[in-house]
């Protein structure tokens, strides 16, 4: 877990404290970690299920590393979906895909679903104009 936050997320924001059976997965002086952006990957890989991921009154948060975030709602239905912090963090990273940062999985699926059905429309349509166009030629 803390390979990850640091090696895949780029954010640092847990690390190792103690030695031996004390050795325990925790924010720098346990404090709330500002580098933490929410997105759960640390709980996601712990291999011993250490660490959970709780969410309740529009945030969520890792119970063990002290960290509660506000969630951020979805642009399209309005519903809480990711930290606040986690979706700023990927408009950063993926400048050209920022609008589909602000949608949740669902909103997000739709929207690629619409949009592959109105260009599947509009090339149908305009293959068909083609061709009558070549018919009466």
């Known amino acids: 877990c803390v390979r990850v936050c640091a090696e895949v997320?780029?954010?640092?924001?847990?690390g190792y404290a103690n030695r031996g059976v004390e050795r325990a997965v925790t924010t720098p002086f346990t404090?709330?970690?500002?580098?933490?952006?929410?997105c759960?990957?640390?709980?996601?890989?712990?291999?011993?299920?250490?660490?959970?991921?709780?969410e309740g009154n529009g945030e969520w948060g890792i119970?063990?590393?002290n960290t509660r975030l506000p969630l951020?709602?979805?642009?399209?239905?309005?519903?809480?979906?990711?930290?606040?912090?986690?979706?700023?963090?990927?408009?950063?990273r993926m400048p050209a895909n920022g609008d589909a940062a602000d949608l949740c999985p669902a909103c997000k699926?739709?929207?690629?679903?619409?949009?592959?059905?109105?260009n599947v429309i509009v090339g149908s349509q305009k293959i068909a104009s083609e061709r009558k166009g070549s018919i009466h030629v």
């Not at 709602?73 to 408009?91: D, I, L, S, T, Y």
């Open 63 to 65: 119970r063990e590393l």
């Open 31 to 38: 404090d709330p970690s500002e580098a933490c952006i929410g």
């Open 72 to 92: 951020a709602p979805c642009q399209g239905c309005g519903r809480p979906f990711a930290a606040a912090r986690q979706v700023a963090e990927v408009r950063r």
């Open 109 to 118: 699926r739709d929207a690629v679903c619409l949009n592959v059905e109105t």
């Open 40 to 54: 759960g990957a640390c709980v996601a890989v712990c291999p011993t299920g250490a660490l959970h991921l709780d």
């Open 9 to 14: 997320i780029g954010r640092h924001a847990i």
